[in-house]
C-alpha cells in the first residue's frame, strides 16, 4: 500500500494574528512625520496607552491578584496530594511489612513458577493463599 503525498494544504491553518503596536515603531512613524505636527497627527502618531501593570489582555497575563491566587491554590493542591500519596505508602507499609523467608526445595519452587505463569498470578499471591487456607482448616 503506497503512501499518498500529504502538503500543507490537508491541514488547517489559522489565520494569523495582527500585532499591537510598539514603542520602537511609534517612535520611527514620529520621526518620520512633518517636524510641526498638527493635533490629529500628534494623536495618530501617538502609540497605544499600555501600562507595564496594565496588559494588553487579561487571559495572557492576569493581574497580581489573580497570579496569587493561583499559585496558592496550586500550593495547596500539591500539599494535599503530597499528603495523601504519604498515607497511602504509609498504609501499603502497614499492610505488608511482616515478611515470611522459608526455604522450598526445587521441585516445590519450580511447581509454584509453573503455577504462577499459568494463572498469570504472582507467586506471593500463590503462597499467601495456600498459607490462608492452611490456617484456615487448622482452626487459627
Known amino acids: 500500500m503506497a503512501k499518498g503525498q500529504t502538503t500543507v494544504s490537508d491541514f488547517a491553518v489559522a489565520p494569523r494574528r495582527s500585532r499591537p503596536i510598539n514603542q520602537s515603531t511609534a517612535e520611527d512613524t514620529a520621526t518620520l512625520a512633518p517636524s510641526v505636527p498638527t493635533e490629529d497627527a500628534r494623536i495618530e502618531n501617538q502609540p497605544l496607552s499600555h501600562s507595564v501593570d496594565q496588559p494588553a489582555s487579561h487571559l495572557i497575563a492576569p493581574t497580581e491578584e489573580a497570579r496569587r491566587e493561583r499559585a496558592v491554590s496550586k ?66
Open 75 to 140: 500550593a495547596l493542591q500539591r500539599e494535599d496530594s503530597r499528603v495523601r500519596l504519604r498515607d497511602l505508602k504509609r498504609a501499603r507499609d502497614r499492610e505488608s511489612k511482616h515478611y515470611v523467608n522459608c526455604p522450598l526445595d526445587y521441585e516445590t519452587k519450580k511447581r509454584l513458577e509453573k503455577a504462577a505463569i499459568e494463572n498469570d498470578v504472582k507467586m506471593t499471591v500463590i503462597m499467601k493463599a495456600a498459607i490462608d487456607q492452611f490456617l484456615k482448616d487448622n482452626g487459627y
